[in-house]
Nanobody
Framework: QVQLQESGPGLVKPSQTLSLTCTVS??????????WSWIRQPPGKGLEWMGA???????YYSPSLKSRTSISRDTSKNQFTLQLSSVTPEDTAVYYC?????????????????WGKGTLVTVSS
């Protein structure tokens, strides 16, 4: 069974960079056709897909966030990371990592079969 766990600071100051790590066990982030996503949910709002890194190392980003988002990986540690720069209080959210092995096109939330528990990140001075 694949397990994912988010980690990183729970409080970030405005204008700084939010950095999170997703540690994966029970499966490899290089498994063929797997995609590894970051999703967030602001308080009282819906889930928002942020971006993903594929098994090949290719990255994909939501157009609304691509200018501030960077996803990378460390295959030796079976981890992938999220960097969100220039944060504001509007970036306060629960942040999730998740796996998808697409049946059709990728980046569908309902196609993500394994999720981390999520971690709350608050942006505040």
């Amino acid at each position: 069974q694949v397990q994912l766990q988010e980690s990183g600071p729970g409080l970030v100051k405005p204008s700084q960079t939010l950095s999170l790590t997703c540690t994966v066990s029970g499966g490899s982030i290089t498994t063929n056709y797997s995609y590894w996503s970051w999703i967030r949910q602001p308080p009282g709002k819906g889930l928002e897909w942020m971006g993903a890194i594929a098994y090949s190392g290719s990255t994909y980003y939501s157009p609304s966030l691509k200018s501030r988002t960077s996803i990378s990986r460390d295959t030796s540690k079976n981890q992938f990371t999220l960097q969100l720069s220039s944060v504001t209080p509007e970036d306060t959210a629960v942040y999730y990592c998740a796996r998808e092995i697409p049946r059709w096109g990728p980046f569908y939330l309902d196609g993500m079969d394994y999720w981390g528990k999520g971690t709350l990140v608050t942006v505040s001075s």
